[in-house]
């Protein structure tokens, strides 16, 4: 299992669909903003060009409803690919990212702000300086 977290961009409508075995199903669809981290400082950021599309499932859409544009979500995922012979006979390869919960982390967080050069660092105040 993997996981991803960024904002939230986008939040589709569930979709009702048929596969190619006639089965029924749901599916909703997510567009985020993927967090990366600066490799000089390494503070959490939103890469606002790194974008994936990620599904539910089934019951799992129903996740979706509490969420809105703007939040910042943590998703768990796994990849899942198979092979299949297309029309031309060429072995082809489709890789899927298979969502299996998506949950806030922090509602309408932003990247990190720089710190103001005039807040006193908590350890210079006394009061703050608990051993624990």
């Known amino acids: ?74 998703v768990d995922f796994y990849l899942r690919g198979r092979r299949f012979r297309g029309d031309d006979n060429k072995e082809k390869v489709i890789t899927d990212i298979n969502v299996s919960s998506v949950r806030v982390t922090t509602q309408g967080a932003q990247p990190p702000q720089p710190a103001s050069s005039s807040a006193t660092p908590q350890s210079a105040n006394p009061e703050n300086d608990l051993p624990f």
Do not use: H, W
């Open 1 to 74: 299992m993997a996981k991803i977290t960024g904002k939230v961009l986008y939040i589709y409508p569930t979709q009702q669909l048929t596969s190619k075995s006639g089965n029924a199903f749901t599916k909703r669809d997510f567009v985020i903003a993927a967090q990366s981290f600066d490799r000089d400082t390494g503070e959490a950021t939103i890469d606002d060009t790194n974008t994936p599309m990620l599904s539910l499932t089934g019951d799992r859409c129903s996740q979706l409803d509490s969420i809105k544009t703007g939040d910042i979500v943590a």
